[in-house]
Structures are given as structure tokens and as C-alpha cells.
């Protein structure tokens, strides 16, 4: 692929390599080690690719498309872990998943309609408060591998930043539908 497709490169790193990120976690104990590298490189990753192809003038339309997807895939896939091993409130999580499917739904019909949607400043808040939260959130449940139940020793605290980011993830998700709902409206009257 070469040096010219290096973002599309790392953007699809975070899609191959959130497999790992579930196997890792399920193994558990020392393996968590592992799971907190590969959630530190989805967000490094992320951060890299966009900076490369933007500072480059190498912004393809397979990374527009794909570095989204890789987004959702691989944050949806730490928060899936965290909900499977006890850190996460099934409510919080379903916060977090809708509003990325309702952006993504958003953002399919102002394609049809022949709009681009801007990047809005609550989801480049909502990037970063995901970003910080996930981070955080592995490290206390890394921190607490050894304990005798490592859910109930960090589970309090893993709940309240998981709820901080799923509020913060939801009002960017309503942004962007009030934002866009002229456009709803004119693809619902259809």
C-alpha cells in the first residue's frame, strides 16, 4: 500500500486488532496487561491516523468512511468488555451504542441527500471524554486484576466515569440530531 495509505493503514489496526483487545480481557488476570496496551494503541491509532492523513493532505474517502467504523468498533468493543466483566451498567452501554448508530443513521441519509456532516465539536468532546474514560477505566481494572473479586473493588469507580461518558456521548448524539433534523425531516417526507 505504501507510504500514501499509511492513516488507512492504521485505521484498519483498530478493526484487526479488537479481537485481541476480547481475548486478552477474558483471559484476565496478567493478560489485562495486554488488553490495556491494545486499548492504548486504538487510541493512539486513532489520534495518529487522522493527524497523518490531515497534515499530509492524504484524507482518502476510505478513511472517511472507514476511520468512523474502526472508531465504533474498537471503543464498542472495550465498552462490551467492560459490561461483560461487571465495570459497565447495561444502560450506560446502550447510551453509548445508540448514539453511535444513530450518528452513523444521521450521516447515511445527508449522503443520500448529498450532504457532508461536519465534525461537530460535541463528538470531537465526546472522542476525547471516551478516549480519557477508557483509558482510566482499564488502568483501575488492571490495577485491581489481583484482588480477590476485582469487580467489586473497582466497579464503583469504573460505573461513575462509564456514566460520565455515556452522558457526555448521549448530548452529542442529540447535537447532532437537532443539527441535522432538517435533513431527517426532509429524507422522512420522502
Known amino acids: ?32 496487561f495486554a488488553a490495556f496496551f491494545v486499548g492504548l494503541l486504538f487510541e493512539i491509532t486513532d489520534f495518529l491516523d487522522g493527524l497523518i492523513a490531515r497534515s499530509t493532505n492524504r484524507v482518502t ?60 465539536f460535541s463528538g470531537k468532546l465526546k472522542a476525547v471524554v471516551q478516549s480519557i474514560g477508557i483509558t482510566t477505566v482499564l488502568l483501575v481494572v488492571m490495577w485491581h486484576r489481583h484482588d480477590a473479586d476485582p469487580q467489586a473493588a473497582s466497579s464503583g469507580i469504573t460505573g461513575v466515569i462509564i456514566w460520565f461518558v455515556a452522558v457526555v456521548t448521549g448530548a ?10 432538517h435533513l431527517i425531516k426532509r429524507f422522512a417526507s420522502r
Open 61 to 120: 474517502g476510505f478513511g472517511k468512511i472507514f476511520d468512523p467504523l474502526a472508531d465504533s468498533i474498537s471503543r464498542f468493543t472495550v465498552f462490551l468488555c467492560l459490561l461483560w466483566g461487571g465495570y459497565a451498567n447495561v444502560f450506560a452501554i446502550a447510551i453509548i451504542f445508540y448514539r453511535d448508530a444513530l450518528v452513523a443513521s444521521v450521516r447515511t441519509v445527508a449522503a443520500y441527500e448529498n450532504v457532508i456532516v461536519a465534525a461537530r
Open 172 to 181: 452529542s448524539g442529540v447535537d447532532y440530531i437537532k443539527a441535522n433534523w
Open 1 to 32: 500500500m505504501g507510504r500514501r495509505h499509511l492513516p488507512n493503514i492504521i485505521t484498519l489496526a483498530r478493526i484487526i486488532l479488537s479481537p485481541f483487545f476480547i481475548l486478552f480481557f477474558c483471559l484476565g488476570g496478567d493478560w489485562l
